[in-house]
């Protein structure tokens, strides 16, 4: 038997992911986890007790360090000499979420649920680990980026025929056969072969993968069925919304647009992901957020600041409080913000104040 696990970052994909499976496959034995810091927003917290009263479930909370008295980001700083982590030195992603992902999954075969949208375009988190396998309900195409290389493979292509003698697939057969059998190359790379099948038939393609995993040593090997098979929905950032507001458990609270007036502007700011207060990822506009909004985390993140270790390399906390310098922050994101609304398709502010939002880790922003 495998384990089918999904993790609950404390964003809204991974929250509306969990609704989505829950009421799409109640048969399914889904364990439910999120890691905690010890430094999350409140909101955060809200949003696991809105999820754990809506799914009738309880979501296990993984601590790394679970002995220490001190909060598990805590724990390790001191560890790591109060070396604040950054983009290039991430230490907190793997001490506070994959290594007590890892160790909770221990060896058994885990299939995990990762709640990457279909109008992203990047991968996530993938298990090194080969009890691991990663599937991602709200795109296409539901596989990791490994088995699909594998697949699709130009010495598989026989193979892969073979598998389709027992598989139906409901229209366009002779295309999609012809797609299969064409072989990768310079000028039909394996994106768009893969694009071209799952645009004929989704779940097609998907039994084909089945079969393959069958001969693989992947966790879904030891499964005769798999219901996520003739999934061929697509779930886009609207969608989140929608599910999160229909279910009740409603969108986290730092995601809600606050407005502003700045020298006869106006402006909104909301915070653009879920994860610690003091995240290093956060946009300047996000630091002026947690400083009007919830000052007294402004204050706590300040505190780590010390021994030439700052959140930001270019600028301390205590120089962003500046009067003159939040305003300079609040101008350039009036203009920009401005610039992008010109440009983007869509209408919710965190698209635009989101615009790296592929930067980052799927383990503490999904
Ligand atoms: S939210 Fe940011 S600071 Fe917290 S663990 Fe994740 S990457 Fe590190």
């Known amino acids: 038997m495998i384990r089918n696990l999904l993790g609950i970052s404390g964003g809204k994909d991974s929250a509306a992911l969990a609704i989505y499976m829950k009421t799409k496959y109640p048969e399914m034995q889904l364990e439910f986890y999120s890691s905690d810091t010890g430094k999350e927003l409140d909101e955060t917290y809200q949003l696991i007790d809105n999820l754990e009263i809506y799914l009738g479930i309880k979501i296990n909370i993984l601590k790394g360090a679970e002995n220490s008295s001190e909060d598990p980001f805590d724990h390790f700083l001191h560890m790591y000499g109060g070396y604040l982590p950054s983009s290039n030195a991430r230490w907190c992603t793997k001490k506070l979420k994959l290594e007590p992902f890892e160790k909770y999954v221990g060896t058994d075969p885990v299939v995990s649920y990762v709640g990457i949208r279909g109008d992203e375009d990047r991968e996530g988190y993938i298990s090194t680990k080969n009890n691991i396998q990663s599937i991602f309900p709200f ?190 922050i609040k101008e350039e994101y009036i203009k920009k913000t401005q610039r992008n609304k010109d440009k983007a398709q869509s209408p919710y502010l965190l698209d635009i104040l989101a615009d790296a939002e592929d930067e980052g880790c799927a383990s503490c922003f999904i």
């Open 139 to 328: 795109r296409q195409n539901i596989w990791s980026e490994d088995v699909v290389r594998k697949v699709l493979a130009n010495q598989l292509v026989d193979q892969c025929y073979a598998y389709m003698s027992d598989i139906e697939i409901k229209k366009q057969s002779e295309k999609y056969l012809t797609i299969l059998t064409t072989p990768v190359s310079m000028s039909f790379n394996q994106t768009s072969k893969l694009k071209a099948l799952l645009d004929i038939d989704t779940a097609a393609f998907n039994q084909m993968v089945f079969k393959y995993l069958k001969t693989t040593e992947y966790p879904l090997a030891k499964e005769t069925y798999f219901p996520l098979l003739d999934n061929d929905e697509v779930l886009v950032r609207s969608d989140i919304f929608r599910i999160l507001e229909e279910s009740g458990v409603g969108v986290p609270q730092y995601y809600k647009e606050i407005g502003f007036e700045h020298n006869g502007k106006s402006g909104a700011y909301a915070r653009s992901r879920s994860g610690c207060y003091f995240c290093f990822y956060q946009q300047k506009i996000e630091w002026v957020w947690l400083y009007e909004q919830h000052p007294e985390l402004y204050a706590k993140a300040m505190v780590y600041e010390k021994d030439g270790y700052t959140w930001m390399q270019e600028e301390s906390l205590a120089d962003l409080m500046k009067p003159e310098r939040m305003s300079r």
